[in-house]
């Protein structure tokens, strides 16, 4: 009997987009799946878009009369799955029409990989395509197996291109709540564990967009730590045998890059202290690393240089964005 595949999508207002993440699952090759849709507070008719689209049969739908937040509404989602398979998707991105098939016929041909992931597209707000293939037009290569070692370094998984057994979640829990969003937590517990497996093909859509509701607010206050830096600190206290594995000067680095993402974003939204201060920590961790000093300098250039210096910058993170 074919496994069946519980897709876990959270929502918040996602009327705008949903149609078209749902359309997606309804049209998969692979017929044997169950929409989990967990409705975070909508208020804009987002369930009844679904209801119309999705036959009752393979829909259970979850609602939280007040907003719960990304990794709360993907934990109840996890908690009233019953598949023996699991996916996700957010309510703005969209499957090929293979995709469930192609992910799920690898899982049962090798039993000792648990987790499977894919490449894919990037799109704008409209759906036009930036990157056709994300490995290719940013020159990245994504390992397979125990992966753990390259993951701390780079989180080059997207959430929307995965298929996970069961037994996986059941074993190593779901999402950190006290993480905003906590897929890279996740996925770097899980790998300590399992294997996990990139699949070369394009199977996925990932769209980029201003009210994106996992990724719009990376930065809220300024002394908050950034998200990815709390994952590494989670999967330090709970595996503090990978000081020793990786060693501390490239924990540090690690660490360090991510402060500068952070401070990048600061300088963006044209809050050059908040980048300096920020920057200030990566310095102290990795102290000749030349394009902090750098940022750090632009910071304290004039309004009108700084605008120029944005420019460039904005250039080069949409190239090396992993959205």
Request: glycine share 6%; net charge positive; charged share 25%.
């Amino acid at each position: 009997m074919e496994p069946k595949v519980s897709v876990v999508m959270p929502v918040l207002n996602g009327k705008r987009f949903i149609a078209e993440a749902v359309g997606s699952i309804v049209s998969q090759s692979y017929r044997n799946w169950e929409l989990v849709l967990v409705d975070d507070g909508s208020t804009d008719g987002t369930y009844d878009e679904v209801k119309r689209l999705v036959p009752e049969r393979n829909l259970k739908y979850v609602r939280h009369a007040e907003r719960q937040g990304i990794a709360r509404s993907v934990n109840d989602g996890l908690r009233n799955a019953s598949g023996d398979l699991i996916s996700f998707l957010d309510h703005d991105d969209s499957w090929f029409p293979n995709f469930l098939e192609v992910q799920v016929a690898y899982l049962q041909a090798h039993p000792d990989v648990h987790i499977v992931h894919s490449d894919f597209q990037t799109t704008d707000v409209d759906g036009k395509i930036r990157e056709e293939s994300v490995a290719r037009c940013r020159n990245r290569t994504r390992p397979s197996g125990y992966v753990f070692p390259q993951l701390f370094h780079d989180c080059f998984i997207c959430s929307n291109t995965l298929v996970i057994r069961r037994e996986c979640l059941e074993r190593t829990g779901g999402f950190d709540e006290r993480l905003r969003w906590g897929d890279y937590h996740l996925w770097m517990r899980l790998s300590r564990h399992y294997q996990i497996v990139f699949t070369p093909q394009v199977l996925t859509r990932y769209r980029q967009h201003p009210t994106q509701s996992t990724r719009s607010d990376p930065v809220r206050e300024a002394d908050q730590e950034p998200v990815g830096l709390q994952a590494l600190q989670y999967i330090l206290e709970e595996f503090p045998e990978i000081r020793s594995e990786l060693g501390e000067k490239t924990i540090r680095r690690r660490m360090a890059a991510l402060y500068f993402e952070f401070a990048s974003t600061w300088f963006l939204r044209g809050e050059p202290q908040h980048a300096r201060r920020s920057l200030a920590k990566a310095i102290r961790l990795a102290p000749f690393t030349a394009r902090y000093h750098l940022l750090y300098a632009a910071s304290l250039l004039r309004p009108s240089q700084a605008m120029a210096f944005r420019s460039g910058l904005r250039r080069l993170r949409r190239l090396a964005s992993i959205g």
